[in-house]
């Protein structure tokens, strides 16, 4: 993902309260495309925050590193809106039209590509317990989360920022390496860079995933953006890359103080 493709997803994040309140169907088209052989390359993820109502999808397809417009994509009956050179995307207000199951991510550009990428979307989950119990850490305090299980998961993020940044693009997260559904945050989540305490209301949350959703388009649906990228998934005779799911609890919350 080069620099380019991240300020055109500046872009989009600047856009998403806008796009919230479409479901547009149409693709747009134009332009050309390769000559063959395996010289595509999709990256992309899907988005469900059933705590906000919408699942959010967005792609984005090159070949040869140049961006691809003349491409159909669909996430399971939902058709992709192409946005801002070769970043497409698509929300869907109701998130409960998507419930845990089986789904393909549709590709098409021509006679050129048709492929379908097989994936799952996990089931909703919810955090349970967070301690301290008192909703408030002090400097001795350790924060730690459990949550119910999300069916069809591959694994699980933990995530938190303060509440007054979520959805910027800041925030601190990590993976569970333990499998468990329970987590512990290190004080670096809650601290300013001199180590101090960062004083405020934090939100919390943990994502189930599917595959390898790619971190710098999810960013855009995230209330924090996942740790870092994971490998490629996709590795077919005409496209590679990277596609994942992704659902995201209702917030919990922690209070961080001084003492």
Known sequence: MNHAKMNRLGLIALSVAATLGQSGCDGTSGGGGPDGGRNYRLEGAAVKDPALGYLAVSADLTS???PVYSAEIKFGPDQLTLRLDSA???????????????YHLYVRDSTLLNDSIATRLPGDFQIETVLPATGEKRSIDVVTLDWSPSSVTDGYVMAAVKR??????AGFSQYVTSGATAG???????????GDPDTGMYDLYVYSYVGSPDSILARVSLPVPMPSRLVDNIARKDVEGRFGTVVVTPRGSIRVTQQ
């Open 184 to 194: 512990t945050y290190p004080n670096e989540a809650f601290s300013l860079p001199s």
């Open 64 to 66: 040869e590193g140049a």
């Open 88 to 102: 497409f995307y698509q929300v869907v207000r109701m998130a409960s039209a998507y419930p845990s199951g089986n």
């Open 164 to 169: 007054t940044s979520a959805y910027s693009g």
